[in-house]
């Protein structure tokens, strides 16, 4: 399930990857660069590209355009399933970023320096597979268009980057996409302050995406937005596809709102693009505009027809998520005279967009060798930023983490928590993080490092404000612009509750990010039940590729960092204690590992009369109890179950000699629900804990109250035995 | 656990309860309703009172607010524990609101026409109830100040409406509170355009609201706030404390937008107070000018001083959420001029405060002899409010529950529950809701009335746009805002992630809200797995108070419906597929609220040899595996769990007459996570789900892959038969 190689993605380290593509060097027109270089400022109409410049007049832009949106087209039409209108309004500013824009290497989609691109509006898919196939991604082929939304296709209904290569972040859900990509736009401003040189500019790439209406709705779009216009993120720049229509209908019905009011007043420059249907100029020089202002992100209002070219579902929510059908493809085929077959793309257009592959070699070349210029001036900071951009763990990290023993002052975890992060700032390169407004209550500072702010974006310290959800997927930006990032964000544990859907997409799309989240249950006492999380280990527990862990001391604190930073495939969850809590005998960082194991034992022969369970805070009470039980002569083992996930990874031999199936006396006790314990305590045991909502009151009262305590174990467990 | 009965609270039937207040009228100095009124509007500073005019003046305002001040430090000193600075800063504005501008009666917290006060930010939750024990509530006497956080106390430690009459809505959660107050306003616009006649306004409330920063930030309160801008809620005014501090410390670290320019774009007036520590008159003529503004909801931006009066503290973070120290506090009563023993109300305050009693009590009897007079005219609509005011079912209503037999065409639980939805939008006065901008694909639009909008606000279709954190928190107010309300809000069931927060304060607060939550399993198809959901079932299975409902076809649909009508103190869920499903045999409306109940059997003596068990479109296959199984001689008994909290209700002898302890061969089939089956099938049975991520593809594709086939429901029951 886990080691510490999987942590490193050997497809991801550039070097590795970038040798053998330097043949396709030797192909290259030497001047692709430069020549790029001054066509992304220019607003003329006419595209020069070496190979051949007759072919980039306004007819062939339209004939490329007018092939992605048959490609989004058929490939809906043939699957029977997904959502044509998006493509066929944004594909102009889809072709102008990807053919005229963009800094990118279709043979080495993972290279560091390439632009990001991210399709907020995930359902428009086809649009980003259209231009990826166009681009000369090996990922999308003709026969991965033909296999759209079809069982292990690399054209799966959203945009999944774990399917992928090219796509950046797994979108879809609506407004996730575009904080994911404030993620990625913080993450190239901290990169480019602490690396770049006055003589070396080695990290400097734009983000890019399209949101639409619905992404617009979402409060998460809005958090992040806030952020992205305080941290004044300059090179992100986002196109809002406005074409009025949503599901239901005319987004009069429920979007009023003036959109671009709201994002001056966040901070951001916007630009209005009226003609985005066919206003390639407009397009192109908003983008200029765009990147001339550096201080602000940049939306780009670009009002384009939903389906355009459907002479009868153009400007419809019906042509928003349904094949087209075969006559109104037809009629749309005439409608923008379209002779082609299905899935045609005409030669003009494929020889058009072939310089892609030999100017993106040679884009990464180039940098290669920058890079190799700056590995010798600056040896230490390039062996900072390699890491960062291979995920290599540094030799020895391990060695940072602090230990414990029982003699150690008892502490909250989330103290201990803090112990962890500012060891593992001081050796992991692509460490950083912050809270939504809790720092002091989280204890996340690192103490090392200063503010991830607009004029000091060089700092690890991210200061979210109160924005739980934009702070999720802004670190899942983040923990996918490169695999060296480790990004980890804290809130209280209940409030797992605003930020769950970017919590599930971290887990989907195999983003390592760290959660922190202290105040893990009813023992932060007087706020009440509305900051007492009871059923959210229950409902961590059964979401997939999440480790859900409960640490009961120091060593399990740090084991379960360890475990996640080793993850970088899986997100890790850390419940931690407000109150303080022993250092107990027995646990350790590495048993961890095995997500449950045995803590102390008094029996022999794998045949104790009793077993007591629990995790965090109540392990203390469980080894209590036992200590109780033992007094009375009971052969007593003692289990913690720090990780369930890790537990149930574990071979049938382990877990039998954690848990024998013969001992049937069992006990467990966790200050949450018990939904799900009756895994472990089996029919004839007892699961103590917390099916009601919590209370206002002191931690202690509660607990009493709620019957958490060694005198509740010991009478269960005599009950049980 | 429940019946038709739970469902009406007697206590907020206005006719019983302003009864017996009725002598206190003979108290009240006549012009008391007249002479509020006029003082709502006026800027004066000097306030009027019948009994004691020259109590007034400004000092006295001082001394009100200083009141008020120093119970919130007192409280929190005693507690040790709480949030004295917003209190201290909010004071002026809950003095003006609660002394001179809202219409409520102490003594019936429930009057139906009282004005509405939601603290958004709700841990300052010492000025709510400083507010209400002055203004006589019995809820909050001093020895509820006294007991602040304590065990069982009225006065914990955010506002809960469950706890403490006075408190119209639980917050705390950041961002809930304004959302909850856009509902109160939407149910008030709706309740006096549907009823209010040219002779007669019987429904005429204001709703307002004060939120911090930390709301501000919130993604939720962007969007709520949206949508009350488009509906144009004008008599919903928010005060926005203004102070600069946030927990992490200045704003100017996370920010730093505009937020009047913000709220501006969102369709809001706005308005800036420059003082708000002391500017009463600066406070007075605000809402004189918010209530002018008849069209759009206001915000009053109020620029406070946190923790006012505190001369080493105030204005920085550490006044936020700790008490003051026994040092502060005295240096605070040096200051301010506050000579009292803790938690003293000055003689002349408690005066001035005192002639609320009897003038809320005037107030209702005044709404109560208009309410006579409207009933003698509009008997019919009268019927129909009264039904919306006291949360009274009609009787009969469960009569229009459609019914199904497995003659029925298959058909979709969610086209299934739009006929239910129909059904009841015809019987019930107070149902309403709609979908967050997924109608056609939920299936919610009720067909007998139109879109509730600015200029229809008479309507009941709800168009939430892509809000769905805001839906379930604008539901959870509408809820709250009179017993019969019965909001039902939908979106596809993996978005629960995005409202999640809310859904957890609808079941703490006892909010009987109904999610629609359709595309319920990896039925859904080539959407794939963002959109496929997994672990939610487990995930409200393990949730507090709430019923997690997935109907297998048409009766449980209906069956669930019918419960989700009778429990106004629990939200339901109804988990429902998109694709067609028959009719079962043995399926029933009465037997859902068993939970858990055998479809069929073919066994005797409560002795089958094997137990199957389904909920949702895996019933079918269940059963279907139960026919093969029969026919090879087993006898197999087929159990739905439609509810898993209604099964955990029933008596001990009605589960063992379902799962007979002695019949351990047990299958499971469920199109999700397995994560708590353990349950019932127990050590030796076997759970058969989806413990992974979904897949996009063609449903019956996914299910194929996945195994979950009535083939594979035969192998696992050979296998542990």
């Known amino acids: 399930m886990f080691s510490s190689s999987s942590s490193l993605t050997l497809s991801q380290a550039i070097l590795t990857r970038s040798t053998p593509r330097h043949h396709h060097q030797h192909h290259l027109s030497p001047p692709s660069l430069s020549l790029r270089r001054r066509r992304h400022l220019s607003i003329s109409a006419s595209v020069q590209t070496p190979p051949k410049p007759s072919t980039t007049d306004s007819s062939l832009i339209d004939k490329s355009v007018n092939t992605i949106r048959f490609l989004a087209i058929d490939a809906v039409e043939k699957a029977n399933s997904g959502h044509p209108g998006l ?34 509006a995930g359902h428009g898919c086809m649009l980003h597979y259209a231009l990826l196939h166009l681009a000369g991604y090996d990922s999308v082929k003709e026969e991965d268009l033909k296999q759209f939304r079809q069982w292990e296709s690399k054209t799966p209904g959203h945009p999944e980057n774990f399917e992928t290569p090219g796509i950046e972040v797994t979108t879809g859900p609506l407004g996730q996409g575009i904080a994911n990509a404030v993620g990625l736009a913080l993450a190239e401003k901290h990169l480019a302050a ?15 995406s399209i949101l639409g209406d619905g992404c617009q709705m979402e409060g ?3 958090e992040a937005c806030s952020l992205a216009g305080h941290w004044g993120l300059g090179k992100l720049i986002a196109f809002y596809d406005d074409n009025h229509i949503s599901i239901d209908g005319d987004t009069e019905i429920a979007f009023t709102e003036n959109v671009e009011q709201r994002f001056e007043a966040l901070g951001w420059h916007v630009i209005w693009v009226k003609n985005g249907n066919n206003g390639y100029d407009e397009i192109r020089s908003a983008i200029k505009e765009a990147k001339a202002v550096k201080d602000k992100p940049t939306l780009i209002k670009v009002t384009t027809t939903i389906g355009f070219g459907s002479p009868n579902k153009a400007n419809s929510y019906s042509v928003h998520g349904s094949a087209l059908g075969a006559k109104e493809v037809d009629a749309t085929r005439q409608n923008l005279g379209w002779p082609y077959e299905p899935f045609h793309v005409p ?10 592959t030999p100017e993106g070699a040679e884009l990464e070349a180039e940098w290669n060798t920058k890079f190799a210029q700056y590995e010798k001036k600056y040896p230490e900071e390039a062996a900072e930023l390699k890491s960062i951009i291979t995920g290599e763990l540094p030799a020895g990290w391990e060695k940072a983490l602090p230990t414990y023993t029982p003699e150690s002052p008892a502490d909250a975890t989330r103290n201990l928590s803090q112990q962890n992060l500012n060891a593992l700032a001081k050796v992991l390169p692509g460490f950083l993080g912050g ?3 809790l720092a002091s209550s989280n204890m996340t500072l690192m103490k090392t490092f200063g503010d991830f702010q607009k004029n000091t974006p060089e700092e690890r310290n991210i200061r979210f404000g109160v924005r739980e959800h934009g702070m999720g997927a802004i670190c899942n930006g983040i923990a996918h612009h490169s695999p060296g990032f480790i990004p980890y964000c804290a809130t209280f544990f209940v409030f797992t509750d605003y930020m769950r859907a970017a919590i599930r997409i971290s887990a989907l799309s195999q983003a390592g990010v760290i959660y922190v989240m202290t105040h893990d249950s009813i023992g932060l006492g007087e706020d009440g039940p509305t900051h007492q999380p009871i059923e959210h280990l229950a409902s961590f527990r059964a979401m997939p590729n999440v480790f859900m862990f409960r640490p009961a001391d120091g060593n399990e604190t740090a084991g379960a960092y360890r475990v996640a930073v080793l993850n970088k495939k899986t997100p890790s969850i850390l419940a931690l204690s407000r109150q303080k809590l022993p250092h107990l005998p027995g646990t350790s960082i590495e048993a961890v590992e095995k997500g ?47 990780s369930w996930e890790l537990y149930a990874a574990q071979s049938a031999e382990y877990k039998e000699s954690v848990l024998p199936s013969s001992v049937t006396a069992r006990v467990s006790i966790e200050a949450g629900s018990t939904f799900g314990w009756e895994k472990f305590v089996g029919p004839k045991g007892k699961a103590i804990g917390i099916d009601r909502f919590g209370a206002s009151a002191p931690a202690g ?21």
């Open 220 to 222: 998460i779009a809005n």
């Open 194 to 208: 602490r690396f770049n040189k006055p003589d070396c500019e080695i990290v400097d790439h734009y983000t890019y």
């Open 701 to 721: 009262k509660i607990y009493k109250e709620f019957g958490l305590t060694a005198e509740a174990v010991v009478a269960a467990a005599k009950a049980v035995c």
């Open 596 to 642: 449950g194991y045995i803590v102390s034992d008094n029996s022999s022969g794998n045949k104790p009369d009793l077993i007591l369970m629990g995790t965090g805070s109540e392990l203390e009470i469980a080894s209590k109890a036992a200590e109780e039980l033992r007094k009375e002569g009971k052969a007593v083992r003692v289990v913690s179950f720090v």
């Open 435 to 437: 809270s939504a407004d």
């Open 347 to 356: 030669e003009d257009v494929k020889q058009h967009w072939s310089r892609h």
């Open 87 to 120: 493509p066929m309004g944004c594909a102009p500013m889809g072709h102008v970023l990807y053919d005229e824009v963009m800094r990118y290497n279709p043979n080495n989609p993972y290279w560091f320096n390439r632009d990001r691109f991210v399709l907020s």
